[in-house]
């Protein structure tokens, strides 16, 4: 595609439940960043792929964060066992090698209930 | 870790104003990010400017990279330029994060 797509846009779920956000780069990226926006903490990094590898994860929050990206391309971020503190918009976004710009996603808003 | 300041947090400007939007970051920085978020809450890129001036139309920002600062000029303003701006940084350290400030808020006035 042109630009980096993530899914679902929104979700919507129960305290205490599993939830999986989706995030397909732009074609040709190598590179491939997870951040989340919140009220309270502004735009953060939660990890970076270089390809299928994640050599920096020191952005999640807990272990019941982790994510996982497969083939060089599409990348699932986990949230095991969401808090209310999880609520935020994921957003996802990728450049053709680290260190250069990167393009983001229109990102996922998730509501924990 | 590197700081990065956004001033001012709040500007409100009348259609056609122009404006100086500042970053300032702490530390070295391998590369920096302009970027306008806009209503909807999806992030643009506006610049990718490590050091020296570029422009794209009505928008300017120059980066003084051995002063640790980035400025974007935004000339003759459009309600359509609203929204937020945010500057962000790569360390030295980790330059494949960005690092972001906590933004300018723009509304511009009809």
């Known amino acids: 595609g042109a630009g980096v797509s993530q899914s679902p846009s929104n979700k919507v779920t129960e305290k205490g439940k599993d939830v999986e956000l989706r995030c397909d780069p732009i074609?040709?990226?190598?590179?491939l960043y997870w951040y989340r926006q919140s009220l309270g903490q502004g735009l953060e990094f939660l990890i970076y792929f270089q390809g299928n590898s994640a050599p920096d994860k020191s952005g999640l929050p807990s272990d019941r964060f982790s994510a996982e990206r497969t083939g060089g391309s599409v990348s699932t971020l986990t949230i095991q066992r969401t808090q209310q503190e999880d609520s935020a918009v994921y957003l996802c976004?990728?450049?053709?090698?680290?260190?250069?710009?990167?393009?983001f996603g229109d990102g996922t808003r998730l509501s924990i209930l | 870790g590197i700081q990065v300041e956004q001033s001012p947090p709040d500007l409100i400007l009348q259609e056609g104003a122009n404006s100086t939007l500042r970053c300032n970051f702490s530390d070295s920085v391998n590369n920096l990010q302009w970027f306008h978020q806009n209503p909807w809450g999806q992030l643009i890129n506006l610049f990718y400017?490590?050091?020296g001036t570029k422009q794209n139309g009505r928008l300017s920002a120059t980066t003084v990279a051995t002063e640790r600062y980035s400025l974007l000029y935004i000339s003759s303003s459009q309600t359509t330029d609203s929204g937020v701006y945010f500057c962000?940084?790569?360390?030295?350290?980790?330059?494949?994060?960005?690092?972001f400030g906590s933004g300018t808020r723009l509304l511009v006035r009809p």
């Open positions: 074609s040709g990226h190598t590179a």
């Open positions: 976004a990728s450049s053709p090698l680290s260190g250069q710009p990167q393009h």
């Open positions: 400017i490590p050091s």
């Open positions: 962000a940084v790569e360390p030295r350290d980790s330059s494949y994060k960005l690092i």
